[in-house]
């Protein structure tokens, strides 16, 4: 869907409809551009893979996980974002689109450098939350303390995809997690492996990846609003505004919170498990991220296409976009877990040369490829909730599915082992979709 000038009338923005070609326009490039995110964790798994040694492979996965948890406190950056723009977008309130954007700035700013210099205690945190064996908490130490010296470039470039997305510029955020992703994916290979510096360069090629994406992302807002009226500073720094972003953002917070610490459980149980287990999991959760990724094209189109219906007050675009959205995201599902049931087996096999992680990996492979279809539903609606940001019940779905995840992992894990924590991830995505499914047919009834 080519984007709408941001000159456009208020009538024409109102004035639109939502049909298979606007929802594949902003979903083809974005899931090319998020597969490109597992296929760099693939990548770094790979690489250091191929050192043949199990702690480091758990070490990696260890560190992306807190990674991971530190960085989804600031996730709203991006979803957030994205949806405070598609409302401005559909209201046609092209100022607001641009304040949006350096409000959402300016807390990456302040935030990634507290982060970056926070690194040390988080990667003790870390060492002491995953209780894992030495070498591995080694590994782990090294990978976030370098990692996270990247946090005001990673949080920037959240800011700046949000803006994109939320005006449906799906090209345009193809463009920009290709090059991310693929600046990373090179420099993995050349620092890791060629020169040898295995986590530490797979590290230093994410940091150097997110600091040259940003200066190009910025180039291409600014120079697009160097041509266009710009909001006051008072605008910008309007203090009910920020309220507003970050009361939304709480919310958004608690949701990835709750959504990471169920990672965070299924990989700390999986080292309970013994290392090559941790392993052969953490080779799994890549294609889990492929699944999922493969799904989030979708979910980005119901982002920006429900929310630019609520800032237009359209009811019908809102129904069709969910409908179409569903519709597709339940057909790529049932070919990625097909994808995954016929070619994961050669896929592990590429990844780790390690006898024993394999042979672990292929035993729970087929509990990884259903992931996209337990899931698809809980993706697809986290996207409508975004767009339109009703963050307070995608939080609430996201608690009571935590409570049904963790419900499972203590009864399942000890009487199944590693097959009883892949059956407590597949409860967490089911309850997810189901629950937020029940609540957007009462959202509905109110919201136009």
């Not at 559909?90 to 970056?116: F, H, K, M």
């Not at 919310?251 to 990672?263: G, H, N, P, Q, V």
């Amino acid at each position: 869907m080519a984007a709408i000038p941001l000159d456009a009338t208020e009538a024409n923005v109102r004035s639109f409809a939502v049909t298979n070609r606007s929802v594949l326009a902003i979903a083809v490039p974005m899931t090319l551009a998020y597969l490109t995110t597992p296929l760099l964790g693939i990548v770094d798994t790979a690489v250091v893979g191929q050192f043949g040694d199990a702690a480091l492979l758990g070490g990696l996965a260890a560190g992306s996980l807190v990674f991971d948890v530190v960085f989804t406190t600031f996730n709203f950056l991006r979803s957030g974002t994205t949806g405070l723009v598609a409302q401005a977008f559909g209201r046609g309130d092209a100022l607001e689109e641009q304040a949006v954007l350096w409000r959402a700035v300016l807390i990456a700013v302040v935030a990634g450098v507290i982060l970056a210099a926070l690194a040390p205690l988080f990667a003790v945190a870390g060492q002491w939350f995953m209780g894992a064996e030495p070498r591995v908490s080694a590994a782990m130490s090294i990978y976030i303390r370098i990692r996270l010296l990247a946090a005001p470039f990673s949080l920037i470039n959240y800011a700046i995809l949000g803006y994109v997305l939320g005006r449906g510029e799906g090209g345009l955020g193809l463009m920009l997690q290709a090059v991310l992703n693929g600046i990373n994916i090179v420099l993995c290979f050349l620092l890791g492996l060629e020169l040898g510096w295995g986590v530490a360069g797979v590290a230093w090629a994410t940091v150097t990846g997110e600091f040259l994406a940003m200066l190009l992302g910025l180039a291409i807002v600014l120079n697009r609003f160097r041509k266009l009226e710009r909001p006051s500073r008072r605008r910008v720094l309007d203090l009910p505004a920020y309220r507003r972003m970050l009361s939304l953002n709480r919310d958004i917070m608690i949701r990835s919170f709750s959504l990471l610490a169920a990672f965070a459980l299924f990989t700390r149980q999986g080292a309970q498990f013994g290392t090559v287990t941790l392993a052969a999991n953490a080779v799994l959760m890549n294609f889990f991220l492929i699944a999922g990724y493969f799904l989030d094209g979708f979910a980005t189109a119901a982002e920006q296409l429900a929310g630019r219906a609520i800032g237009a007050q359209a009811p019908a675009p809102f129904r069709q976009a969910v409908r179409l959205t569903l519709i597709w995201g339940f057909g790529l599902a049932a070919g990625a877990s097909l994808i995954l049931l016929t070619a994961g087996a050669s896929l592990v096999a590429l990844v780790t040369t390690s006898p024993e992680v394999r042979e672990v990996a292929d035993i729970y492979l087929p509990w990884a490829a259903f992931t996209a279809l337990s899931g698809v539903l809980a993706f697809q609606m986290d996207g409508v909730f975004i767009g339109a940001t009703w963050s307070r019940d995608m939080r609430n779905m996201m608690l009571l599915s935590f409570l049904a995840f963790s419900a499972a992992l203590i009864t399942l894990a000890p009487a199944f082992g590693n097959n009883g924590l892949w059956a407590s991830l597949h409860v967490f995505l089911l309850v997810r979709g189901v629950s937020l499914l029940a609540v957007l047919r009462l959202r509905v009834r109110t919201a136009f």
